[in-house]
């Protein structure tokens, strides 16, 4: 008997180890525009071992999904429909064996251009930003994955120095602090971070406690925390620039701040994406337009502060871009020139070469990586 239970306890821990275990791939979830070739939301199989991918499906259900989630079970996948006035929020149940997703239901955004969601890990509600009606909505999200009608809307107020693209509040990333206390939302119009306390079974999940403001005419975008979970690099459109603050409870302290563009540069630029390494080592933020590039940063282990690396060049208008899970690629989509490109992370370096693998996709606008297996 004791031979018995000792196989038996064996064979679970053995079990259980192989569940720890990294996926040998991986899904690549891509939203894109609708206006040109694309047909909605694209799903490939990546391969860490060698850089590739393989198409699997594609959802023709859905317009202009620019963003996109995968719920942390990896059973569901959520889209903002960037449709102007009409904006919507779309929810798909997702197979990742086999890369496949079916429409569950859509809602209303309450709001125009909604242009990011995210949702929190037990999935409870889910979070949009509408661009140009400058408004953060919460839409609960039901049992079986689908989305309920918004529960609240918090409409920011104000403008900006620029009179063409800060003429009123452009909400553009709604975030969560890692331990999904507060929710951070970024407001392009109004030069400023909001900062709310999250509840998730309350009848308004959030309330906003505090603002942060940066350099007036600078458009903060999208924001990332370091692996630490002590510092956070929020990355500025119009003003091309990376703030760095020391986070802690709810709070910001700003430690520095980077420029992005090159000396006596005169073309447009737009800073778009903005990602961290694995390992916590390096630092990526892309810049759109005539400077379309992306930029290579070390991070302090100590103080959080970025340093600046090297500078690539990319294809037209790099919108997004994302860190396969191993830390050993990194794949950008160029909105303009229909396609992704893989690159090859140096570990040492952080330094980028470009491996000459791509795929052909219209007007890719977010990429989101989630276990196959």
């Known amino acids: 008997m004791k031979r018995l ?22 899904d690549l979830v891509v939203g894109t525009y609708t206006k040109g070739t694309s047909k909605g939301i694209y799903v490939y199989r990546f391969y860490p071992e060698n850089g590739k991918m393989a198409y699997l499906s594609q959802s023709d259900n859905t317009s202009n999904p620019s963003y996109v989630c995968v719920s942390k079970d990896n059973r569901f996948v959520y889209a903002v429909n960037e449709d102007g006035k009409d904006g919507g929020v779309s929810a798909f149940s997702f197979e990742p064996h086999v890369g496949t997703m079916k429409l569950l239901n859509k809602q209303s955004s309450k709001g125009a251009d909604p242009c990011y969601i995210t949702i929190d890990e037990d999935r409870k509600n889910a979070f949009v930003a509408n661009y140009s009606s400058g408004s953060l909505a919460v839409l609960p999200i039901n049992k079986d994955g689908s989305l309920g009608a918004a529960s ?45 306390r999250y509840h998730a079974s309350a009848a308004k999940p959030l ?91 070390s991070v302090s282990p100590e103080t959080g502060k970025l340093t600046f690396m090297e500078r690539h060049n990319t294809a037209k208008n790099p919108r997004d871009f994302a860190i396969d899970p191993t830390g050993k690629w990194l794949l950008i989509a160029s909105q303009d020139d229909d396609n992704i490109q893989v690159f090859k992370i140096n570990p040492g370096t952080g330094s980028l070469s470009s491996t000459g693998i791509s795929v052909k996709i219209g007007n890719p606008v977010c990429l989101k990586f989630t276990a196959a297996e």
């Open 5 to 26: 239970l000792l196989i038996a306890a064996l064979f679970v821990t053995a079990q259980g180890f192989a569940q720890k275990k990294a996926p040998t791939s991986y």
């Open 207 to 297: 309330t906003v406690e505090s603002t942060v403001s940066v350099k007036p005419g600078n458009g903060p975008r999208h924001m990332v925390f370091s692996n630490d979970h002590k510092y956070l690099y929020l990355l500025q459109e119009m003003g091309s620039a990376i703030n760095v603050y020391a986070y802690s409870g709810g709070k910001l302290k700003e430690l520095q701040s980077v420029e992005m563009k090159l000396p006596n540069f005169k073309g447009t630029n737009g800073a778009a994406a903005i990602k961290i390494t694995p390992d916590g080592h390096f630092l990526y933020a892309t810049d759109r337009l005539d400077a379309s590039s992306i930029l290579v940063y």
């Open 152 to 196: 609240q809307v918090i409409q920011d107020a104000g403008k900006g120095p620029d009179k063409d693209r800060q003429e009123g509040p452009h909400a553009h990333m709604a975030y969560f602090t890692p331990d999904e206390k507060y929710l951070l939302f970024t407001d392009l119009g109004t030069d400023k971070i909001s900062i709310a």
